[in-house]
């Protein structure tokens, strides 16, 4: 009697050790599926932070492109008026001397102008390809989610069994 109730003591204390190794494994799985968690949510919101500023970047360069428009525009006006004061003042010579070097400020700005607008453009598709990424990023957070309240289903079933 006493041999039976030891045998089925160590089968009982081989079980409970069983079980122990199976929720150590399983918790071991679900700490690493937490990790996998935060860190898609960090991404997330990094990535959601990224397209924040690449859209503050946007405006303050569209701000820059009208300024520097503006100024264009400004200075255009300017150098005709110039241009005109300069046609009576000078010679012939040194009116063309004057109008080559406006003309080459001119198109400085005008290739400035340009690649503002360049600029914007690629900071443009980067905010789309940002915010498509976050997209994804929020799908697999959802995904994840859903894979925690499945392991923590089987968490509470195994500790049931306990």
């Given at each position: 009697l006493v041999d039976e109730?030891?045998?089925?003591?160590?089968?009982?204390?081989?079980?409970?050790?069983?079980?122990?190794?199976e929720l150590r494994r399983a918790l071991g799985h679900r700490e690493q599926e937490?990790?996998?968690?935060?860190?898609?949510h960090h991404v997330a919101?990094?990535?959601?932070?990224?397209?924040?500023?690449?859209?503050?970047?946007?405006?303050?360069?569209?701000?820059?492109?009208?300024?520097?428009?503006?100024?264009?525009?400004?200075?255009?006006?300017?150098?005709?008026?110039?241009?005109?004061?300069?046609?009576?003042?000078?010679?012939?010579?040194?009116?063309r001397k004057q109008q080559v070097a406006l003309r080459r400020q001119l198109s400085a700005k005008e290739e400035q102008l340009a690649n503002l607008k360049r600029a914007v453009?690629?900071?443009k598709e980067k905010v789309v390809?940002?915010?498509?990424?976050?997209?994804k990023d929020e799908r697999e957070c959802d995904h994840a989610r859903q894979s925690e309240t499945e392991m923590r289903k089987r968490v509470s079933g195994q500790e049931e069994r306990l």
């Open positions: 109730v030891n045998a089925r003591t160590e089968q009982r204390e081989r079980e409970f050790r069983a079980l122990e190794d937490l990790h996998h968690h935060r860190d898609a919101l990094q990535h959601e932070t990224d397209a924040h500023m690449q859209r503050i970047t946007v405006s303050r360069l569209q701000q820059q492109l009208d300024q520097v428009s503006f100024e264009l525009t400004t200075e255009r006006q300017r150098h005709s008026m110039e241009l005109a004061e300069e046609r009576e003042k000078f010679k012939e010579s040194n009116m453009e690629e900071l390809r940002l915010t498509v990424d976050r997209e």
